[in-house]
């Protein structure tokens, strides 16, 4: 019986471990799923997703602003002006600032802010009245005062404002090479000299001073200081060979630095934009916006609905779902896990990730809410009475 019961015992042992030897992959087997799982690191993945918005009008919006995840600033054709406290979720329709198109909107702070506003040339009723100037608020968006920036240069369109240095250096630039620069919030504004005389359509600032401009006619202008001194300004090398539109340009910091125009064209810079390589987009409608959160995060919007999206710095850039075929005209990002997109038609979409939100803080329990203690019981003898 003790024989026996060895031999079985031997025979199990045996084909337990026969078992395992079987369970394991062998060593193709092992390589083929090691490649497979180190490819799928390498796929940049999104959870979040982009929603339609009701904006409540059919204006063709041309510009998005966020001064924050809450509060921000959409704005139109013929005086289309737009107001969210909340995210997107509501938009009121304020009362209309001008008759004129609005190109562009731009908000130093919750009070401050400015519209780039277009005329019609079919309105015009002089030849010495401006096609373009700007509107100025400083009471967030209830009263608008309106500024002359281009002087003489009466025929001059503008396209795009920003703003550095809390508000007090500002860049406004446009058809013809025009470039208008303000160190005192707006007050005053100066025509800098450029080496173009292509329409500008894009720009960067950062609060160093250091500026870069794109636009029409593979024009792409680098100023390390802003445009201060004029004579700074010096074209990029631009990889392209024939004569590209560049519609908008980002920079993460002082080096790494991102472009877009027609068929797709993503261009990146490691050095400040003394030279820029091509990155594959993955689409081929034309981009009209780029915005960068950091050296790895970032968006570009265009034509036919489009969307892409990078976390790497885009060396993969993924298209994303934007649930319209109507153009993206301009992109405004207020964190990694909110940013908004204008177009066509009253076109407003959203996108949200809220795995990329930060959790929201613990709230201590007032000390007037908390729990008192109750008073412990004693058990008394009745003789000591």
Known sequence: MKRMSLTRRKAAAHGRERCQQMRRPTRPARLLLLTAYCLLLTIPVSAGAWESQTSRTLAWLRAVYFIDEARGWAVGSRGALLATTDGGRTWNVRRAPTGDSLRDVYFTNELTGWLVCDRSIYLLKTKEEPRSYMLKTV???????????????????????????????????????????????????????????????????????????????????????????????????????????????????????????????????????????????????????????????????GAQGTIIHTTDGGAHWQVESSGTRHPLERLSVASRARAWAVGFGGTIIGYADDAAAPPPPRLKTPATEQPKERPRRVNRNKSTY
């Open 139 to 301: 009471d967030g968006g209830q009263s608008w005062a309106r500024v002359e920036v281009t002087g003489a240069d009466v025929d001059v369109l503008l396209t795009r404002v920003a703003f550095t240095d809390e508000g007090r250096r500002g860049w406004a630039f446009g058809e013809m090479g025009a470039l208008y620069t303000t160190t005192d919030g707006g007050a005053s504004w100066a025509r800098q000299v450029v080496p173009t005389k292509h329409l500008l359509l894009g720009g960067a600032f950062l609060a160093s001073g250091a500026g870069w401009l794109v636009g029409a006619g593979n024009t792409i202008l680098i100023n390390p200081d802003g445009g201060e001194q004029p004579q700074q300004w010096r074209a990029g090398n631009s990889p392209i060979i024939t004569s590209t539109r560049f519609n908008a340009v980002s920079f993460a910091d002082e080096r790494r630095g991102w472009a877009v125009g027609e068929r797709g064209l993503v261009l990146q810079t490691p050095n400040g934009g003394r030279s820029w390589f091509r990155q594959e987009s993955n689409v081929s409608a034309d981009l009209l916006d780029v915005k960068f959160l950091n050296e790895r995060t970032g968006w570009a919007v």
